[in-house]
């Protein structure tokens, strides 16, 4: 049945289905991300708790495997990069200190919670 349902999503847009991408959410956290027309299908296929993500949605994250997924937000973040790091209100990480703005390429040192130039 997994091997049907997996061809058959490969031919969804040659079906004239739109194409929608669902994560599987467990324990607040994105274990699978696949293209079908909707959570009631995937359910009900593989079981679980899926919810709708967008790939070009400027108000909400894509969910990559791994992402955090806030119900209340209905909305994605990636995995934290560094623990000084905060979510921003659209569930993106952002550094306590904002990156500089004189064109040369910085690298984020945790240790000293600041930018290091990139030489």
């Not at 623990?83 to 990480?93: R, T, V």
């Amino acid at each position: 049945m997994k091997r049907t349902a997996f061809l058959f999503f490969l031919w969804f847009p040659l079906l004239g289905f739109s194409q929608k991408y669902y994560a599987k959410i467990e324990a607040d956290t994105v274990t699978q991300v696949i293209v079908i027309e909707s959570a009631e299908l995937a359910n009900k296929l593989f079981g679980g708790n899926w919810v709708e993500t967008f790939m070009n949605d400027s108000t909400k994250n894509y969910a990559g495997i791994g992402s955090t997924y806030y119900p209340g937000k209905q909305n994605f973040s990636s995995k934290k990069p560094f623990q000084s790091w905060i979510l921003d209100p659209n569930c993106k990480w952002e550094p306590p200190v904002a990156y500089p703005t004189d064109g040369l390429l910085y690298n984020w040192d945790e240790l000293s919670l600041g930018w290091k130039e990139i030489k």
